[in-house]
């Protein structure tokens, strides 16, 4: 099946550093990935979208210097959140049309800032 | 009015129990109904994906979608402790394939107890 590779699982840096996620489609091309933001005990809030080639779309109120999304080839697509701070920190997925029906997640990235 | 509306739970219910979790919905160009399976600190990982209305079984696992009432729902017979996890359900007007930006629920949190 699809499968979609996110690095790293878990993140500890400081104030006024910058963090960059990966995510990678290991067996199917990738043109579209969304970026999701979860805090804990809610739902996926769609940060931005990236397409292979172009900018990426980000969602209303969600700052494009603060949060950087590549999409750098079919496989890869990258956010670097920039100068993180403490309410920064967060759990990010990605996801991304797969075979067949639905999408797939990676299996997300905990950030935290300290 | 929030999109997509999901009771966060938690629930809890003995092992063996028929689970119903439910969402409702106000966009009526949602064609493309989906449940996903969170657990904690992971990724979500698709367990149904229905088109349009009416019902779709796979093992213990049913979805049911009526459109007229704008309401779905995933129904989980014998459940087992495995299946505590937090259930997202998701939404879309076209195709993921396509590239369609998904609508999630809040999720509801589900804990199967032996």
């Known amino acids: 099946g699809a499968v979609v590779s996110q690095h790293p699982s878990r993140v500890i840096c400081k104030s006024g550093t910058s963090v960059k996620i990966e995510c990678r489609s290991l067996?199917?091309?990738?043109?579209?990935m969304f970026w999701y933001r979860q805090f804990p005990k809610q739902s996926l809030m769609l940060m931005a979208t990236?397409?292979?080639?172009?900018?990426?779309?980000?969602e209303q109120g969600v700052e494009k210097d603060k949060f950087l999304i590549n999409h750098a080839s079919l496989t890869l697509s990258t956010l670097t959140v920039t100068s993180a701070h403490p309410e920064d920190s967060s759990f990010y997925i990605c996801?991304?049309?797969?075979?067949?029906?639905?999408?797939?997640f990676g299996s997300g990235t905990r950030l935290t800032v300290v | 009015q929030k999109e997509v509306e999901q009771d966060p739970g938690p629930l809890s219910v003995p092992e063996g129990a028929i689970v119903s979790l439910n969402c409702t919905y106000s966009?009526?160009?949602?064609?493309?109904f989906m449940w996903y399976r969170q657990y904690s600190r992971k990724g979500p990982e698709l367990l149904m994906y229905t088109y349009s209305s009416g019902n779709k079984e796979d093992g213990r696992f049913t979805a049911q979608v009526d459109k007229s009432s704008k309401y779905i729902s995933l129904f989980i017979r014998d459940s087992q402790p495995s299946d505590s996890a937090t259930y997202l359900c998701a939404m879309s007007g076209g195709l993921t394939g396509g590239g369609n930006k998904l609508t999630f629920g809040t999720g509801t949190q589900l804990k199967v107890e032996l």
């Open positions: 990236s397409n292979e080639g172009s900018k990426a779309t980000y």
């Open positions: 996801s991304a049309p797969g075979r067949g029906y639905g999408y797939t």
């Open positions: 067996d199917f091309q990738a043109t579209t």
């Open positions: 966009n009526s160009a949602f064609q493309y």
